[in-house]
């Protein structure tokens, strides 16, 4: 995700996602914090809560990103 979106398109692009789309990038998450999830994991939570772990992992990764 490219680091000049704001907070509100995050989170609409989040959104956005459907499931699998969203296991995708918390996969291969490409940010300053280092996420150990299965994909069988990741599948057995609702769609709900794999947004609000991809928002977190994003606005954390950005907020390290801005402190160094």
Same mark, same amino acid.
């Given at each position: 995700?490219?680091? *000049?979106? *704001? /907070? @509100?398109?995050?989170?609409?692009?989040? %959104? *956005?996602?459907? #499931?699998? =789309?969203?296991?995708?990038?918390?996969?291969? /998450?490409?940010?300053?914090?280092?996420?150990?999830?299965? @994909?069988?994991?990741? #599948?057995?939570?609702?769609? =709900?809560?794999?947004?609000?772990?991809?928002?977190?992992?994003?606005? %954390?990764? @950005?907020?390290?990103?801005?402190?160094?």
């Amino acid at each position: 995700m490219a680091p *000049s979106l *704001s /907070f @509100e398109q995050y989170c609409a692009y989040i %959104t *956005s996602l459907n #499931k699998t =789309e969203i296991i995708e990038r918390l996969l291969h /998450f490409d940010g300053l914090i280092r996420m150990d999830f299965t @994909e069988e994991y990741l #599948k057995s939570l609702d769609v =709900e809560k794999l947004r609000h772990i991809l928002l977190a992992a994003v606005v %954390t990764s @950005e907020r390290k990103k801005a402190a160094s």
